[in-house]
């Protein structure tokens, strides 16, 4: 997916100048026109930052370049999964099509040396994971967790957070966020 064609398409389908995005995001002008000119990849939460401002979340984001329409389904193939990560960050949306749904259910790879930034993530609801495979580190608040396969997660998501894989071999997990506008 090219997000700055798609970002730059939807701020100005919204009418909103970069300058107005940015003062919105509480970002610089500056940021905006290079996540649009596609010379920075903005991490998760950056990106989160800018659709808050339009208002947008991610999931409406990446719908908007694969097309989705509200069909209800039961089963997701794997190729039917929407990658909604950025960068080298993978998070596939499980049950993206569901109407109203009240949680995102993912599946999420962590490559070696990968994080979801230097920026503390913050959000309204909760959120629980089940490590499948590998290692990951969770930042919660003041307070780093070194999870292992088999090990889990579960939080209010306005605690400050961010994840991080600073080991040698990839980590997958299956997670749930409350809401499901993630």
Do not use: W
């Amino acid at each position: 997916m090219d997000i700055g064609a798609s970002l730059k398409a939807v701020r100005k389908m919204r009418g909103l100048s970069q300058r107005e995005l940015a003062k919105r995001a509480g970002v610089t002008n500056s940021t905006i026109s290079m996540i649009e000119k596609n010379s920075v990849s903005p991490s998760i939460s950056s990106l989160k930052k800018v659709l808050a401002g339009i208002p947008m979340s991610l999931v409406e984001f990446f719908s908007i370049e694969e097309g989705t329409v509200g069909e209800q389904k039961v089963v997701y193939r794997s190729e039917e999964l929407l990658d909604i990560g950025t960068g080298d960050l993978v998070y596939k949306l499980i049950g993206r099509d569901f109407p109203n749904r009240a949680m995102s259910l993912m599946y999420e790879t962590y490559p070696p040396k990968t994080s979801t930034g230097d920026d503390m993530l913050q959000h309204r609801g909760e959120e629980g994971a089940y490590i499948l495979e590998g290692k990951i580190e969770l930042t919660v608040a003041d307070e780093t967790f070194v999870l292992h396969k088999g090990d889990s997660y579960y939080f209010k998501s306005e605690l400050p957070h961010k994840f991080a894989n600073p080991f040698e071999e990839p980590c997958r997990l299956v997670s749930a966020t409350t809401p499901g506008d993630f």
